[in-house]
């Protein structure tokens, strides 16, 4: 077994997951995926919820493949079950492994823009996913952020240095009090835009959460999606946002689906993302820490974030 330190389902912004290409006896090539648990706070507090979380997307990504096995949901790379009938195995206090059938193909990476050649077909796998029965083990997924609490915090904090902590942490303090105000304005906007989603009664579908270039594969005319442990029942703009641009790609989608995306839905998305990256990256920088390669890229994807929100407030 090797260790592979990047593949092609890793979100390139969080941190937290371990992967290895592994042989077995009969030459069967997979992916181990060994989740920090720690590391999975979207799933609510502490390695328990963590592990629920994560067993619960792994048995619905495994449900969606094996329930149109050979049909139109064979883009789902899914876990294969333990003897025990398992996806997804504890393994200690703050740990958890997967193992996945290693697919050949060109990996997308985080942070790119797909062609135009490249969003039909990924707006066309969406849509399938979209109209599958959802499997009950799929969770509903309001649309809040279960990091809020720790981004207001911060912002409740900004008063006190925050340094004694690393090279980072005074910086942070400084840029969010620099964009207090403008931080502030988009979590209004994004309560009022909640709100609204919930007033609409739009109903929920099976979601995959991050169907960005990262987590594709193009295996020739195929196209696969990796890393479902955000998979959950939600509005479909918390897909679409991701993949459309413009007018042409939403009526494509509404053509296929019957169902008219919602601008300000996608606009939800699109902040919702931002303010959660946000909160994810200061836990990092208010302990502990010294230069190392993930404080930096989590300064350095801070201050654009934060930067970003504020020019469009």
């Keep these: 077994m090797g260790n592979r330190p990047r593949h092609p389902g890793v979100r390139a912004r969080r941190f937290g997951d371990y992967h290895w290409t592994a042989t077995d006896r009969r030459d069967g090539n997979w992916f ?4 920090d648990l720690t590391h999975k706070s979207w799933y609510g507090d502490g390695t328990e919820a963590a592990f629920r979380g994560l067993r619960d997307a792994m048995d619905t990504a495994v449900a969606l493949r094996d329930a149109e096995r050979g049909g139109s949901l064979d883009f789902v790379v899914a ?32 942070g790119e823009t797909l062609a135009p050649h490249d969003r039909g077909p990924v707006l066309d796998l969406l849509a399938e996913l979209h109209r599958t029965a959802p499997p009950a083990t799929a969770r509903v997924l309001p649309p809040e952020f279960a990091t809020r609490p720790q981004l207001d915090r911060a912002l409740g904090e900004l008063g006190n240095p925050w340094d004694g902590f690393g090279p980072y942490a ?10 207090t105000a403008a931080l502030r304005d988009r979590l209004d906007e994004f309560d009022r835009r909640a709100e609204e989603l919930r007033a609409s009664g739009a109903p929920p579908i099976v979601t995959h959460g991050e169907p960005h270039p990262g987590n594709l594969l193009c295996a020739g ?17 918390r897909d679409l946002w991701l ?14 689906t019957g169902r008219k995306p919602d601008p300000s839905a996608l606009a939800l998305y699109r902040l919702r993302w931002a303010l959660n ?19 930096q890229q989590s300064w350095k994807a801070l201050a654009e974030t934060v930067r970003s929100l504020a020019t469009e407030a």
């Design 32 to 35: 181990v995926t060994v989740a």
């Design 243 to 256: 993949v459309a641009d413009g007018p042409d790609d939403l009526a494509r989608y509404e053509e296929s």
């Design 170 to 179: 005074e910086p942070a303090r400084h840029l969010l009090a620099d964009h």
């Design 79 to 110: 876990p294969v079950r333990t003897a025990e009938g398992e996806s997804v195995r504890r393994l200690g206090a703050g740990h958890a492994v997967s193992v996945f059938p290693l697919m050949p193909g060109t990996a997308g990476h985080f």
């Design 221 to 237: 005319e195929r196209r696969l999606l990796l890393d479902w442990d955000t998979v959950g029942l939600a509005v479909p703009e």
């Design 277 to 295: 990256d946000i909160a994810e990256f200061l836990p990092l920088l208010r302990t502990p820490h010294g230069p190392t390669p993930d404080a």
